[in-house]
């Protein structure tokens, strides 16, 4: 059973965890050079000069694309505990990865349906 108390060494690793970062923001803070000079404070981005707008207008289907990867190998991590476990589950477990499958199967169905995967038109 669980009770209030056995959250404790939670509470207490969270209080040390937070005052370790916020003593190391303050010393930092404290400690650290404040000399502010124009060559600081330009942008740096890998030593290259900057040329031109950096916002210019990027496809949706990029990000469509990415997000659509991020889902779907998300869902092979979840695959994992059943392949370990198939054993144990046994129908039900199987029957629960089946449906999974098929909601995953269904939104691809979905998103192929509305042409998100093609990069030409």
Do not use: H
Request: hydrophobic share 50%.
């Amino acid at each position: 059973m669980s009770t209030p108390e056995s959250y404790i060494p939670i509470l207490i690793q969270l209080a040390f965890s937070i005052g370790f970062v916020a003593l190391a923001l303050y010393l930092s803070q404290l400690l650290g050079p404040k000399k502010k000079t124009k060559q600081k404070l330009e942008v740096f981005e890998c030593g290259i000069e900057s040329q031109g707008d950096a916002r210019f207008p990027v496809s949706v289907k990029y990000f469509l694309s990415a997000i659509l990867f991020v889902l779907f190998d998300v869902e092979v991590i979840f695959f994992y505990p059943y392949a370990v476990n198939f054993r144990e589950l046994g129908w039900e477990g199987f029957v629960a990865v089946l449906t999974f499958v098929g909601f995953f199967l269904a939104g691809f169905i979905y998103v192929w349906k509305k042409g998100a995967l093609e990069w030409e038109r």
